[in-house]
């Protein structure tokens, strides 16, 4: 069992950046393959980004590429998602998603936080 608690999100202007964490309970945190989605309102929910256990396999949306980060430590237990350069379009809330193996689809996470907003003014 893992329990996701998501931080971080507020509002910023276009062109600015945010940090999210997502904090995860237990001893088994290293086991999952941990993630991104986002749902932005009236649209569906969609992948932003994945990182696999030890870190080695990662990826990102292409909308997301080259702006937002994802990484983890592992000593901690937890996952973050560095995010630049952002733009309207990147409002949404934004879930933290645990898995056994790191997957560009919703349905390979059992595990999801309750969501943090991110709200960005142009």
């Known amino acids: 069992q893992v329990q996701l608690v998501e931080s971080g999100g507020g509002l910023v202007q276009a062109g600015g950046s945010l940090r999210l964490s997502c904090a995860a309970s237990?001893?088994?945190?290293?086991?999952?393959?941990m993630g991104w989605f986002r749902q932005a309102p009236g649209k569906e929910r969609e992948f932003v980004a994945t990182?696999?256990?030890?870190?080695?396999?990662?990826y990102y949306a292409d909308s997301v590429k080259g702006r937002f980060t994802i990484s983890r430590d592992n000593a901690k237990n937890t996952v973050f998602l560095q995010m630049n350069s952002l733009k309207p379009e990147d409002t949404a809330v934004y879930y933290c998603?645990?898995?056994?193996?790191?997957?560009?689809?919703?349905?390979?996470?059992?595990?999801w936080g309750q969501g943090t907003q991110v709200t960005v003014s142009s």
């Open positions: 237990g001893r088994t945190f290293s086991s999952y393959a």
């Open positions: 998603v645990a898995g056994p193996v790191a997957q560009t689809v919703s349905s390979a996470y059992g595990y």
């Open positions: 990182i696999s256990r030890s870190s080695t396999t990662i």
